[in-house]
């Protein structure tokens, strides 16, 4: 019978002192390991955050509807400023930025950090909207 030494814990062959061990494995994740049915022993972790997906069959991520039924956030930018961080702290209720862009002019359509379409700003009963006008880097493609 092996004796472990105190503050180690045996993995394989070798062993890990505690202080290595814990460093190896970030916090927020736990370390499990497991017998391979036909080899040594395999280290596996459990990540944080799994509850977004659906279902693990064979490695791959199914998804009961299709990958149209995705949501994706997007954003309208009306405009872009430079501004020190001197004026940017001096930012205050009621401030009021100046915009490079001119009033009328197309506002980008954002996705994921990338501008999809250019449009118009609409109100919609008491709500803006955006009115597409240009698709980017498709012409004018459906």
């Known amino acids: 019978m092996r004796r472990r030494r105190r503050g180690c814990r045996a993995v394989g062959d070798r062993r890990i002192p505690r202080s290595r061990r814990e460093a190896s494995v970030p916090r927020g994740r ?9 080899g040594p022993q395999v280290g596996t972790e459990r990540l944080r955050g799994i509850q977004d997906l659906r279902r693990m069959r064979g490695g791959v991520m199914t998804r009961t509807g299709s990958v149209e039924d995705a949501t994706i956030r997007v954003q309208v930018v009306l405009g872009e400023r430079d501004l020190s961080l001197r ?3 001096s930012v205050a209720k009621g401030s009021i930025i100046e915009l490079a862009s001119i009033a009328g002019e197309p506002v980008d359509l954002v996705a994921a950090g990338v501008v999809i379409a250019k449009g118009e700003v609409v109100v919609i009963d008491e709500n803006f909207g955006i009115r597409v006008t240009e698709l980017v880097g498709r012409g004018d493609a459906p």
Request: charged share 50%; proline share 0%.
């Open 87 to 89: 004026d940017l702290s």
């Open 30 to 38: 736990r370390r499990h390991s497991r017998r391979g049915q036909d």
